[in-house]
């Protein structure tokens, strides 16, 4: 065997004992991350009265138009999901210190949408750990929602099988969506 093909095998061993820990737990989480009756779905992290504030964030930051709102769509049970099954316990601990400053930001606050645009827009230093905790909610919300089925395939271009690669194309060419990952 050459020395290449040694460093190949090595290196592709140890990458695989790294990330068939992590991938195997998040798919086991992904498989079941689908949108449930709220009667019927069971807390994975999240309190009641925490995951009640969850929902009313996730719908501040995508609330429904001519597409769906966020917790139409389950987006506020994956996060709950993906957090207490795939975050680990110092990943959680984490999320916990910076949910409870957000939560203790917007304790008194009657208009979640604008106490989230004054928290985005401050600069004060005693906002930073709210902040990054709304910033973190934020990405996982749009990341959730752009990657649902219904959303996937009802409002975004979707082709499960893609097929002959079309380097420049109108956006008319299809329909003016952007497309689903």
């Known amino acids: ?51 009640s504030l969850l929902k009313n964030l996730v719908d501040a930051i995508l609330p429904k138009s001519n597409s769906p709102s966020a917790t139409e769509v389950g987006v506020h049970q994956m996060i709950d999901t993906i957090v207490g099954k795939v975050y680990s316990v110092e990943q959680q601990q984490n999320f916990t210190k910076k949910f409870s400053n957000l939560k203790s930001y917007l304790k008194n606050s009657k208009n979640y949408t604008q106490s989230l645009q004054e928290l985005s827009n401050s600069s004060e230093e005693t906002h930073n750990v709210s902040k990054e905790a709304f910033i973190d909610i934020k990405q996982q919300t749009v990341l959730y929602f752009l990657n649902t089925k219904e959303v996937a395939t009802t409002f975004l271009n979707y082709l499960p099988v893609p097929g002959k690669y079309k380097a420049c194309i109108s956006l008319e060419e299809v329909d003016g969506k952007a497309w689903a990952l």
């Open 1 to 51: 065997m050459e020395r290449r093909e040694l460093i190949k095998l090595v290196t592709l061993a140890t990458g695989s004992a790294l990330i068939i820990p992590f991938t195997s737990n998040l798919l086991v989480a992904c498989k079941q991350v689908e949108k449930q009756d709220e009667s019927d779905y069971a807390l994975q992290f999240f309190n009641n009265e925490d995951f």
